[in-house]
């Protein structure tokens, strides 16, 4: 994790690095609604994170790989239909969410 100005961007962004780290989740055969379950309270928590701790502007958050990509474009239309989320996209290996609100925690 690390918050910082980017180039072309206002304000500053919290981008996060997508790992698991259990084996249980890397190497064993979970369930698909466990593994979203997890994958979840990581996203809305690094959002409550970036918001209010790291008073960021925008949090980017790399996925692990192409699988990610299907589930966490599902996320992205979650986070944009959310009022308070800002505007949220897949681009690139990229979950970008702008335009964070400070200190209203989206509950999960």
């Known amino acids: 994790m690390n918050a910082a100005k980017l180039p ?3 304000g500053v962004t919290l981008r996060v690095l997508w790992i698991l780290t259990s084996p249980e989740y890397d190497f064993g055969d979970i369930s698909p609604s466990k593994f979203a379950g997890l ?3 990581i996203v809305f928590g690094a959002k ?3 918001a209010n701790e790291f008073k960021a502007d925008h949090l980017k958050i790399h996925l692990g790989g192409l699988g990610d990509r299907e589930f ?3 996320v992205a239309s979650t986070l944009e239909n959310l009022s308070q989320a800002g505007s949220a996209k897949i681009a690139g290996n990229w979950l970008q969410i702008e335009r964070l609100t ?4 989206i509950e999960f």
């Open 8 to 10: 072309k961007s206002f």
């Open 39 to 41: 994958a979840t309270k």
């Open 48 to 50: 409550n994170l970036a």
């Open 72 to 74: 966490f474009n599902g």
């Open 102 to 105: 400070r200190h209203q925690a």
